[in-house]
């Protein structure tokens, strides 16, 4: 018996529709990285990309538990001395709402080229419309 290896050119790909409202941060996006990477799939192959295309509406309406919007930093650096830059949960989902989703799925995904692929799979809109009705997206419950 042969062990087998999914080819990504071989894989169909589907478009799943996430509505983000009301659920927590941390539980929506280790559900969306396991979609964008494959692992619900029996033909997952760690090396390739095998998974599906994710479309998160409503992400400015993402909950987050305890007192989490006030003590959650986000922190990025501009590479010059004394350039660290910080921002906080809650001025983050005012200024990009996108972002704060973006973050999460982005550290539950590998750190190599293979997981920059997997995260241009996530669509992600703060507000309840999307263009993209013509890919026919199910609907995922989480």
Do not use: C
């Amino acid at each position: 018996m042969k062990t087998f290896v999914a080819k990504e050119h071989e894989v169909r790909k589907k478009w799943f529709l996430v509505d983000a409202e009301n659920k927590v941060l941390g539980r929506l996006a280790a559900q969306i990285a396991v979609r964008l990477r494959g692992k619900h799939k029996p033909i997952f192959t760690p090396h390739a990309d095998t998974g599906d295309f994710v479309v998160v509406v409503n992400a400015d309406k993402v909950a987050l538990t305890g007192k989490k919007w006030d003590s959650k930093i986000y922190y990025r650096h501009s590479g010059y001395l004394g350039g660290l830059k910080q921002i906080s949960a809650k001025k983050l989902i005012e200024k990009k709402p996108e972002d704060i989703l973006r973050f999460a799925v982005r550290g539950m995904l590998p750190k190599n080229s293979l997981g920059r692929r997997q995260l241009k799979k996530l669509k992600i809109y703060a507000g309840p419309e999307h263009p993209h009705q013509a890919q026919q997206l199910e609907a995922l419950e989480i």
